[in-house]
């Protein structure tokens, strides 16, 4: 019962981190009229901060590193979640249009 709670938590957590990522995104496309274009979130974080991003944000809070695709038009950001799977039932998932 303490892990299911620890991992609600750490999800909450997951969602909001990656909403102002997220935000950040939406910003820098106003400005550049595209989403920054990578295949990891490494290179986006590099991309947005400080400009747009205050913190540095790199890893869940499982200790795995978020995962970015984006491209011109979109994005999808992700957290493998609690079974620091990715593709998996439990992940968290952000992409341009979904809240």
């Given at each position: 019962?303490?892990v299911?709670?620890l ?9 909001a981190?990656?909403?102002s ?11 550049h009229?595209?989403?920054?274009e ?13 400009r ?6 790199r ?21 493998a979640?609690?079974d620091?799977?990715?593709n998996?039932?439990?992940d ?7 809240r």
């Open positions: 019962m303490l299911r709670a991992n609600a938590e750490k999800t909450q957590r997951a969602r981190e990656l909403e990522i997220a935000t950040a995104l939406e910003s820098y496309r106003r400005e009229g595209s989403y920054v990578a295949k990891n979130e490494m290179a986006l974080i590099d991309r947005l901060n400080p747009y991003l205050n913190e540095i944000i890893v869940d809070p499982w200790h795995k590193p978020y995962e970015y695709e984006g491209s011109r038009d979109s994005f999808v950001l992700r957290s979640g609690p620091e799977k990715t998996t039932e439990d968290i998932v952000r992409t341009n249009g979904s």
